[in-house]
T-cell receptor, first 114, second 112 residues
């Protein structure tokens, strides 16, 4: 089974702190994604990556950056956390040219910014 | 802008009854659709998908219907069980493009 692991389930940070959210997948998938999930808004795409060192902005990239130095790892970075970034963050991976376009999600990282 | 939306934010169903969860999409270029189930404290999980060259696809206890004329997608769950209680998301995609757009979700509550 595909496993997508997010390093932290719960984080509490202060305004202005730098935050790293790590995500690792074990199925050699080319594509990886970061979404944030907020009540009533569903899942919104922050950034995605289709290859090592490649990244593309999603719908809400402002205030975030990403890093993909290795194929299995995709990191989300909040350079200076703000209270409006309090949210659930979901990482996903996807195989290019797979039988389905299924996204495999991690269990999420709930971030609270005080 | 293009969006995927749901008609009902919360759906309560008696155990054993059938459930129907609806979704409207607006991007006429989308040609691939997926339903995800998200249980409390977990990430979304794939349920079933359908391509735009089909109007119906069946899985185990689930059926997805696609009406391209009115840009409508539905998920039918037969004989709903307590374990079906979750939030359900529809998602749309253009095959060959990485971006997947999700709807806002519908919470399904199964009444024992």
């Amino acid at each position: 089974d595909v496993k997508v692991t997010q390093s932290s389930r719960y984080l509490v940070k202060r305004t202005g702190e730098k935050v790293f959210l790590e995500c690792v997948q074990d199925m050699d998938h080319e594509n990886m994604f970061w979404y944030r999930q907020d009540p009533g808004l569903g899942l919104r795409l922050i950034y995605f990556s289709y290859d090592v060192k490649m990244k593309e902005k999603g719908d809400i990239p402002e205030g975030y950056s990403v890093s993909r130095e290795k194929k299995e790892r995709f990191s989300l970075i909040l350079e200076s956390a703000s209270t409006n970034q309090t949210s659930m963050y979901l990482c996903a991976s996807q195989q290019v040219d797979g039988n389905t376009g299924e996204l495999f999600f991690g269990e999420g990282s709930r971030l609270t910014v005080l | 802008g293009e969006s995927v939306g749901l008609h009902l934010p919360t759906l309560s169903v008696q155990e054993g009854d059938n459930s129907i969860i609806n979704c409207a999409y607006s991007n006429s270029a989308s040609d691939y659709f997926i339903w995800y189930k998200q249980e409390s404290g977990k990430g979304p999980q794939f349920i079933i998908d359908i391509r735009s060259n089909m109007d119906k696809r069946q899985g185990q206890r689930v059926t997805v219907l696609l009406n391209k004329t009115v840009k409508h997608l539905s998920l039918q769950i037969a004989a709903t069980q307590p374990g079906d209680s979750a939030v359900y998301f529809c998602a749309e995609n253009i095959r060959g493009y990485q971006k997947v757009t999700f709807g806002t979700g519908t919470k399904l509550q199964v009444i024992p």
